[in-house]
């Protein structure tokens, strides 16, 4: 999925598994933030995956040249399911005009017993 042009906007797409991959995680928790403010509140589909989402972000050029004005948004994602280890504090880099997708593995918690 392209974005318009070069404009400073990027699509984001995050996918959860456990398994490496083998097992989709559906209605997982995911939270997309940047400098401390929430951007995005998503839960994950029985593919495991979220919708695209348009978030700001340098255009091109600028994230090329650092003399150019806003170098890059850092995004920070939090990743939560119940019976899983929350991921937390993942960093997330994006170039205007592009798509990305965050592919996350989450454990499962150990659950003890006799």
């Excluded at 984001?12 to 401390?36: D, M, T």
């Excluded at 994950?44 to 650092?66: A, V």
């Excluded at 880099?93 to 593995?105: D, E, F, I, P, Q």
């Amino acid at each position: 999925m392209l974005v318009e042009d070069n404009k400073g906007v990027s699509l984001l797409k995050v996918q959860v598994y456990a398994g490496n991959e083998a097992f989709p995680i559906e209605g997982a928790r995911v939270v997309i933030s940047c400098q401390e403010k929430i951007e995005a509140f998503l839960i994950t589909d029985e593919n495991g995956s979220t919708p695209y989402i348009k978030l700001p972000s340098p255009k091109r050029e600028e994230s090329l040249s650092p003399q150019m004005g806003e170098k890059s948004y850092v995004y920070r994602g939090n990743i939560y399911a119940d019976g899983f280890m929350p991921k937390k504090d993942l960093y997330i880099s994006l170039v205007g005009g592009t798509s990305s997708v965050l592919k996350v593995n989450l454990i499962p918690l150990y659950k003890g017993g006799n």
